[in-house]
């Protein structure tokens, strides 16, 4: 897209993920059945049209740009993910993984912000106008461009994306509100005691030199380093203008692995949150997957062609590679690839890794006698 640029925010470690997140980089934790979490802001680019989105990574890099340009670096004509000072060395194998990358001559960051104001010669080199900020655990499936549109014509400063959410929710995300034109009069990160039930959805559209001024006066001072809590604070602070852009369709920050069970719960039954032909399609894409609603051993379930069941699974979301043994009753849970269920087992309300582990999270609701 003309002009933008888009960048991703992806150097979290999953630690509050428990086991599903130990070994195993948060951005590249599977999802849906089908994808990793990272995928879906890389699809949601790529559909709206961006030819390139930039990598602003921390946590073991090498491991997850080696992932992402076998993934998505096919066909750099069509999209690809760029890795600022590691880029030159990736573009010259555009086939295959290089054998060593620049060292890194620049302190880690400390925040989302610091990412931005670390790696700015990558984020404002060209003189882009806008620059759109995305992250890495994010599920949703959203066409950025009328997004910017509305940006653009309004003059603004930024954009910012929020959705109106269970007021028992806000506590974990940053609560909005606005005046009747449409313009961010308060941002709390986190509010102990909320008072609207309007949250940032966390990707958000700056005016590319409006946000690097800003950076450049925080940088150096007693700051946090992070998007939420001191740019756009120090935005409004400032008397620039913050739009709001509302997201009407599903949005899930996957935080922790409760969330993460939720959500995967979501995908199921007759009104699913995303549906399957929705979610990308990177994580052994040459495996078919369907949905089930009753069919055999199988009850309202995401499962994979290659699944080998002796026994009962129902309300699941189960990957490829997976086992189920004889006599084992499997319901209301998430079958990472590979996982192998012994015989005679009996796990629910749980997230099942390939080593064996069970992580067992919140019982769904029960509703009628259905549990959803």
């Not at 890495?136 to 950025?144: E, L, P, Q």
């Not at 941002?187 to 609207?196: C, G, I, L, N, Y």
């Not at 590679?321 to 990472?336: I, M, P, Q």
């Amino acid at each position: 897209m003309d002009g933008v640029r888009a960048v991703l925010l992806a150097g979290g470690e999953g630690r509050r993920m428990g086991p599903l997140g130990r070994g195993r980089l948060k951005p590249l934790v599977p999802f849906g059945g089908t994808c990793r979490l990272i995928d879906f802001s890389l699809a949601n680019a790529r559909r709206s049209g961006f030819r390139e989105v930039l990598l602003l990574s921390q946590y073991e890099e090498r491991r997850l740009m080696d992932d992402l340009h076998t993934v998505w670096n096919g066909d750099p004509r069509n999209f690809r993910v760029h890795f600022g000072p590691y880029d030159a060395a990736y573009r010259r194998i555009p086939a295959g993984i290089p054998d060593a990358l620049p060292d890194r001559a620049w302190p880690p960051e400390r925040g989302t912000a610091d990412a931005l104001i670390r790696k700015a010669e990558h984020v404002f080199g060209g003189d882009p106008t806008e620059v759109l900020v995305l992250h890495a655990d994010h599920v949703y499936r959203f066409d950025y461009a009328d997004m910017i549109r509305r940006h653009r014509a309004s003059r603004a400063a930024l954009t910012i994306s929020y959705q109106r959410i269970e007021r028992r929710y806000v506590h974990l995300f940053g609560m909005v509100d606005f005046d009747a034109a449409g313009d961010l009069t308060g941002f709390v990160e986190k509010p102990a005691e909320p008072t609207s039930d309007l949250v940032f959805a966390a990707f958000c559209v700056f005016d590319a030199r409006t946000l690097r001024r800003c950076l450049e006066r925080l940088d150096g001072t007693d700051w946090r380093h992070d998007i939420s809590r001191d740019v756009i604070p120090a935005l409004l602070a400032a008397g620039e203008r913050i739009r709001g852009y509302e997201v009407t369709g599903y949005w899930a920050d996957i935080g922790t692995v409760d969330r993460y069970h939720r959500a995967h719960r979501g995908l199921l039954g007759a009104s699913p949150t995303l549906r399957l032909a929705e979610l990308p399609r990177t994580l052994r894409p040459a495996v078919p997957r369907r949905y089930v609603a009753w069919e055999g051993a199988v009850r309202d379930s995401i499962v994979a062609a290659d699944l080998v069941n002796a026994g009962r699974v129902e309300r699941s979301v189960v990957y490829p590679g997976v086992t189920v043994g004889a006599g084992a009753s499997v319901r209301d849970c998430v079958l990472l690839p590979g996982t192998v269920v012994p015989d005679g087992a009996r796990p629910e309300s749980a997230v099942l890794l390939e080593d064996g582990t069970v992580q067992r999270c919140e019982p769904a609701p029960v509703l009628g006698g259905v549990a959803r």
